[in-house]
């Protein structure tokens, strides 16, 4: 009884730690409008001197189908607030192509970010 | 009162109410919102014709100071660096605002904190007319002596065209150097390149 207590206590602690480990690159930085044809595959921050650096990637999963989409960085202040954002960039992917952006922002106060995507109606 | 009375006494309520509304429809500080012309999100994507547009010019604008504010001479300098904008040449076929894609480029700059920008060639004689006035309108004799800059930016804006019965290739391609003036060295150079194809039988994504 108490093996199996101390085995769910470190599944817990572990689980825990696995969290604090992955960051903070969660969906509350990603935001899709419309349908999620295209996948964002990954997406990380790190500063670059004073400022923010985001570098993400872009998946399109399908085989054959040819995907358009845009997509725009909003650049965060430590309040959450919008300060900045990219203009929305184009891109067209083809089937199992992966697109690797990297974008920064030019303001110091810009802590955080948010990408949103966006890809047309078909 | 009949229900043939109370049925035309709101119809008439119904059309006056219209008649008074008269065409201009829209709220409080609104004029025209029944028309055509709406206004769209500045920064989105314009793909109406192929060539040199506004998506251009951000993301033109947005690269290079990118790649600015990387290099040593900006993100390294113990000061914020004076620098000159001077012109960018048009070498393509079409009218494109060079100017435009400087002036977004200082903007950025600017609101880094990280360079400080002197007056325009172009708007050196405005400055100098003010100094001037300044000496003999006011009671000020002396002007300090106008600073020297640290760095120039210049660059040239290029197109490549083809085009058949099809398809219409068009590539852009931005490139800008940042020039000690004193010693003529190019420190810092970098380039945007851009591709649009239009397609007759294409519909898009």
């Known amino acids: 009884m108490l093996n199996i207590k101390h085995t769910l206590l470190n599944i817990t602690v572990g689980s825990f730690l696995l969290l604090g480990i992955s960051g903070c690159a969660g969906k509350n930085q990603e935001h899709f409008i419309g349908k ?5 595959k990954e997406h990380r921050s790190f ?3 004073k400022f923010l650096k985001v570098a993400a990637t872009f998946e399109n999963e399908d085989d054959t189908e040819v995907e358009g989409m845009v ?21 067209t992917i083809i089937g199992k192509q992966q697109i690797h952006v990297v974008d ?3 303001r110091p106060d810009v ?6 995507i ?4 078909k | 009162m009949t229900t043939l009375t109370k049925l035309s006494l709101a119809t008439t309520l119904l059309l006056s109410s219209f008649l008074m509304s008269g065409c201009a429809t829209g709220g409080a500080g609104m004029v025209g919102a029944s028309s055509n012309v709406k206004y769209g999100d500045a920064k989105a994507a314009e793909t109406v014709t192929a060539d040199f547009g506004s998506s251009d010019l951000q993301s033109t604008a947005e690269a290079l100071t990118q790649s600015l504010l990387e290099t040593r001479y900006i993100a390294k300098a113990q000061q914020p660096p004076k620098v000159r904008l001077r012109a960018v040449n048009n070498l393509t076929y079409e009218h494109i605002d060079t100017k435009a894609i400087t002036d977004k480029i200082r903007i950025k700059l600017l609101k880094s904190g990280q360079v400080r920008f002197l007056a325009d060639t172009a708007n050196l004689n405005q400055v100098n007319a003010e100094r001037d006035l300044t000496t003999t309108a006011t009671t000020k004799t002396k002007m ?6 640290d760095y120039i930016i210049t660059g040239n804006v290029r197109s490549i065209k083809k085009a058949n019965d099809d398809v219409k290739d068009v590539y852009y391609n931005v490139s800008m150097e940042l020039v000690d003036p004193q ?7 970098d380039e945007k390149e851009i591709r649009k194809v239009t397609s007759k039988s294409s519909v898009g994504w």
Not at chain 1, 118 to 121: F, Q, W
């Open chain 1, 36 to 40: 999620e044809r295209v996948v964002l």
């Open chain 1, 47 to 49: 500063q670059e001197g």
């Open chain 1, 71 to 91: 997509y725009q960085v909003e650049w965060l202040d430590s309040h959450g607030i919008v300060v900045d954002q990219t203009a929305w960039k184009p891109f």
């Open chain 1, 104 to 106: 920064m922002a030019n």
């Open chain 1, 111 to 116: 802590t955080d970010y948010r990408i949103v």
């Open chain 1, 118 to 121: 966006s890809t047309p109606n």
């Open chain 2, 144 to 149: 300090k002596a106008m600073t020297d800059s």
């Open chain 2, 183 to 189: 010693s003529g060295e190019i420190l810092w150079a």
